[in-house]
């Protein structure tokens, strides 16, 4: 299994935490999310098929665009 740092500025509330939480929970592959508001740092830990580049782009559509990866 594989982990991923994203850094997501516009994180601001637990609420979005659990937003971006439900969405990657979604993806196939995608075994875990954890996020914290504080540091505004989701980790995704994941298998095949998931990629970090998948879970860039997930993050970009749901309006939680990943600062690290940019």
């Known amino acids: 299994m594989d982990k991923t740092r994203f850094l997501i500025p516009g994180i ?3 609420h979005c935490v659990m ?6 929970s979604e ?10 508001t504080d ?6 830990r ?3 098929p998931a990629t970090p580049e998948i879970i860039r ?3 970009e ?3 939680y665009p990943d600062s ?3």
């Not at 937003?19 to 990657?24: G, V, W, Y």
């Not at 993806?27 to 914290?36: H, I, Q, R, T, Y």
């Open 12 to 14: 601001t509330c637990g």
């Open 46 to 48: 994941y298998d095949d």
């Open 39 to 44: 540091t505004k740092e989701i980790i995704v």
């Open 61 to 63: 559509q749901i309006g």
């Open 27 to 36: 993806l196939p592959g995608v075994k875990e999310v954890s996020g914290d």
């Open 68 to 70: 690290v990866g940019k």
């Open 19 to 24: 937003t971006i939480q439900r969405e990657l």
């Open 57 to 59: 782009n997930t993050l």
